[in-house]
């Protein structure tokens, strides 16, 4: 059975000799690729001066590509608006919150909100559009890159500001409504009209929480306002071709489901090492993972933007080796460049494509490693995808990922809602859901991140990270909820307009949990509460909640309130649990919801997709995966080295 998935890789014909592109195309075959995006920051190349496009080299390198079998997917170069453009248009630039102009001379320079600018995104797509929308090598497209990298979804530019109190005036009505909602009583920051407000930056000490919420819901729909501009071109006149965006690690600053409606497959970047170097964690982890990354990094993200693609989903750039932007940028391992792009395709996804062909000697990214060196030898990642590419030839398809038993709840206005008002720093909402979703996949499961609007009836375990405004959909549907769930702190304290609920948290879930939350207190690691679970230890260990009921107290802290309560299968942690905790929590609820789990070494993890299981070691040593894999080998053997990957086919 042939492949249902494939290999792909970044290249940039415009950085290149045309001379080289047909060789290119050649040895991209024999490495078993299939897909190759270009395109997305050659504005200056496709339209040299205004008005003048010179679009023929693309159609060269298009049918270069296309004449190997290759398919393309375009890019639209809306990232990197040429000099004579922002010339034109100055005020297009983005500002940020200190009042700067977000200048030219890298990428990302323009404001989401400038009407201008999307009609020149508007035009510059729809020529492309026009002339290779219907190319037979053009399969399908990826609009702009990577929205909001650099910190560029919010600016605060003058047409942001008039943009946001237009829809301001669209979400209140009346500036009574806003104010009451608000409570703009307090210090007097009553408006007579919507043409008074500002954007929330530049006050003398803190702006108000729901001005900034609202600003960042502002903010996350002008995302994808902008991209659906280009999506509206691209389905008129590219008919059958599938529209991606990649997206990123960590990436909390917009909706990434509503953008998703207008989109087809949601990619996402994975640079495993890059973002174990920049993101938050302890030093010994990462000495540990520093040359395999995080064993659990980059499979949140495949459950994540599996669950945003509605099941279609993949990498569009992939770490092929060091990169040029962490604080450190480390070698991988050998091995890892295979591993990940395996563990991707074990999450389910339909393509996982490399970044980038070749190293570019030229310009900022000239220590990015590549498939093939600037002097064009390949690269030890070309000899590892070539393997990845015989991996998948020998498995044949691979088939529906497998369907979880456990979801996590994942919304993007929960971590607006903490970052506008956290009340102790060390408060982070990803953080926590990642170390929600780190216990589960320790024990070996299976787990689907699902949107606040996603149905749950069909799983036996839902975890709700801190959610403090829970609308009304999402209440309804863990009120009806008949699994085992568990409820973070911090869950319904706030209604839609960032104010306490009449009832106090957790608001709409009281009924469900069989609690009220009187009383909340954060503070430093070093002030971590204790807590008795199971007669063991247990910690909070940056935040606790005072919380009274009819629930039965489960655990309790150290002076005597209760941490954990349950009210028939729905649990409430009153605090934020250190990693052992929560690590023997989620195991005892798996267990209650009837889900088989293991204890995984160390580094090893595993997934399941069709008919097989994935193991993946990323840890420090070899281990034997025989007490784990329930079926014969199909790839590699129960003896797994640093980096190593093995298949089983499981027995139903
Ligand atoms: C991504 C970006 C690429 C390239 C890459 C380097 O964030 O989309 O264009 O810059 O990082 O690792």
């Not at 608000?182 to 408006?191: A, P, T």
């Not at 750039?317 to 990169?323: L, W």
Request: proline share 6%; net charge negative; glycine share 10%.
């Amino acid at each position: 059975m042939t492949s249902d998935v494939t290999i792909g890789v970044c290249y940039y014909p415009e950085h290149w000799p045309e001379a080289m592109w047909a060789d290119d195309a050649k040895r991209m075959r024999a490495a078993g690729i299939s897909r190759v995006r270009i395109g997305e920051f050659a504005w200056s190349r496709f339209e040299p001066d205004p008005g003048h496009l010179d679009l023929d080299w693309l159609g060269r390198a298009i049918d270069t590509l296309h004449a190997q079998g290759l398919g393309v997917i375009l890019g639209t170069p809306t990232a990197t608006p040429p000099k004579w453009l922002v010339d034109k248009m100055p005020d297009m630039l983005a500002v940020g919150d200190d009042g700067r102009v977000r200048g030219f001379g890298s990428r990302r320079h323009y404001c989401f909100s400038h009407a201008g600018y999307r009609r020149e995104c508007a035009r510059i797509v729809r020529a492309l559009a026009e002339r290779f929308g219907k190319h037979p090598g053009v399969v399908a497209w990826q609009t702009d890159n990577e929205y909001g990298c650099h910190n560029t979804v919010r600016s605060y530019s003058e047409s942001a500001k008039l943009g946001f109190r237009h829809w301001l005036k669209a979400r209140y009505g009346t500036v009574q409504a806003l104010n009451e909602a608000w409570g703009n009583v307090f210090w007097s920051m009553e408006y007579r009209s919507f043409d008074e407000i500002d954007l929330p930056t530049g006050a003398v000490t803190e702006t108000s929480p729901p001005h900034r919420v609202d600003f960042d819901r502002y903010s996350s729909d002008q995302v994808r306002e902008f991209n659906r501009v280009q999506t509206e071109i691209i389905r008129a006149l590219s008919p059958g071709r599938d529209i991606m965006h990649n997206f990123m690690t960590f990436h909390v600053d917009f909706d990434h489901y509503d953008a998703m409606e207008d989109m087809d497959v949601a990619t996402w970047d994975s640079y495993p090492l890059g973002s174990l170097d920049v993101f938050p964690g302890e030093a010994a982890h990462k000495a540990a993972y520093a040359r395999t990354g995080d064993p659990d990094m980059q499979a949140f993200h495949h459950d994540l933007y599996r669950g945003t693609g509605r099941g279609r989903f993949g990498i569009m750039e992939q770490q092929p080796g060091p990169v040029n932007w962490a604080s450190y940028n480390t070698d991988a391992a050998p091995g890892l460049v295979r591993l990940w792009g395996m563990e991707g395709f074990a999450h389910g996804a339909e393509m996982v494509s490399y970044f980038r062909w070749r190293q570019a000697p030229f310009a900022q990214e000239q220590f990015h490693a590549a498939l093939n060196r600037p002097d064009n030898a390949p690269d030890r990642a070309y000899f590892e995808v070539r393997e990845l590419s015989r991996d998948l030839a020998a498995l044949g398809a691979l088939g529906a990922a497998a369907p979880a038993k456990v979801a996590i709840v994942h919304s993007y206005e929960a971590h607006w809602f903490l970052r506008e008002q956290p009340q102790g720093r060390n408060f982070s909402y990803i953080e926590q859901v990642f170390s929600l979703y780190r216990a589960l996949r320790r024990l070996g499961l299976d787990i689907d991140i699902v949107g606040p609007e996603a149905p749950l009836s069909g799983y036996a375990l839902v975890l709700l990270p801190s959610t403090p405004y829970v609308p009304p959909r999402l209440a309804a549907s863990l009120d009806a909820f008949e699994g085992t769930l568990l409820v973070m702190p911090r869950s319904g304290s706030r209604t839609a307009s960032h104010r306490i609920p009449d009832n106090l948290a957790p608001g709409p879930l009281a009924a469900k949990l069989g609690i009220k939350v009187t009383r909340v207190e954060s503070f430093r690691s070093y002030s971590a509460v204790p807590v008795l679970y199971d007669n063991q230890q247990a910690w909070f260990d940056r935040w606790r909640e005072f919380v009274e009921g009819e629930a039965v107290v489960v655990a309790q802290t150290g002076d005597g309130q209760a941490a954990l309560t349950r009210k028939d299968r729905a649990w409430y942690l009153a605090g934020f649990p250190d990693a052992g905790f929560l690590d023997r929590l989620v195991a005892r609820l798996a267990g209650e919801a009837g889900i088989e789990t293991q204890a995984l070494p160390r580094g090893l993890r595993s997934r399941r997709r069709g008919a097989h299981r994935y193991f993946f070691n990323y840890g420090p040593e070899p281990v034997d995966v025989s007490d784990f894999a329930g079926g014969a080998f199909v790839l590699g053997s129960a003896a797994l080295g640093v980096g190593g990957v093995a298949v089983t086919r499981e027995e139903r």
